[in-house]
């Protein structure tokens, strides 16, 4: 009986594992001004992140993939979003580029998702740059790319988990 208890809790803990996909603002800390590249490899979702206190002016930016990645068609751009002043300049599966002429939105903790950008089974290459507007001044910097863990990832540290609870202990 005791052994069933603890067999139903794993799996309640399991499917809340699997059930949690989506990347989250709080599965990467971006320095303050800064902007980084938040992708989920089992859904695909690209998200620009920025800073909660100092959120980032972003210009322009490049995701970039050596292998090809991208899944430009489900793109979705700050332009496709209606970010005043965005454009899209380059939409392949090796590169998507965007740009404001003269304007920029702001990227905080709670970030843009940039769609379903990302092809589930890619190779983990992605490079990102951006440009800030800062006073007025055009900055462009690398970002970071972090790739929030996998549900199989976190499945496979959850079974791990499974033999101590399987264990019977003696009876006396």
């Not at 069933?4 to 971006?30: D, E, I, N």
């Not at 404001?100 to 702001?106: A, C, D, I, K, W």
């Not at 929030?148 to 003696?170: N, Q, W």
Request: cysteine-free; charged content about 15%.
């Amino acid at each position: 009986m005791r052994l069933r208890k603890q067999l139903w809790g794993f799996l309640a803990v399991l499917t809340g594992l699997l059930g949690s996909t989506a990347p989250t603002a709080s599965a990467q800390t971006v320095a303050a001004d800064q902007v980084g590249l938040l992708v989920n490899p089992a859904t695909g979702e690209i998200r620009l992140i920025g800073n909660a206190g100092d959120p980032a002016e972003l210009a322009n930016y490049q995701i970039t993939s050596p292998s090809a990645s991208l899944n430009a068609a489900a793109w979705n751009s700050l332009a496709d979003q209606g970010t005043l002043g965005f454009i899209e300049i380059a939409q392949t599966d090796a590169s998507v580029t965007e740009t404001s002429f003269g304007g920029f939105t702001q990227i905080d903790a709670t970030g843009r998702s940039l769609g379903l950008l990302f092809r589930t089974a890619g190779s983990q290459d992605l490079q990102f740059l951006y440009g800030e507007s800062d006073g007025g001044v055009a900055t462009s910097t690398v970002g970071q790319v972090t790739y929030v863990p996998e549900p199989a990832s976190l499945a496979l540290l959850a079974l791990l988990t499974l033999p101590p609870l399987a264990r019977r202990r003696p009876r006396h």
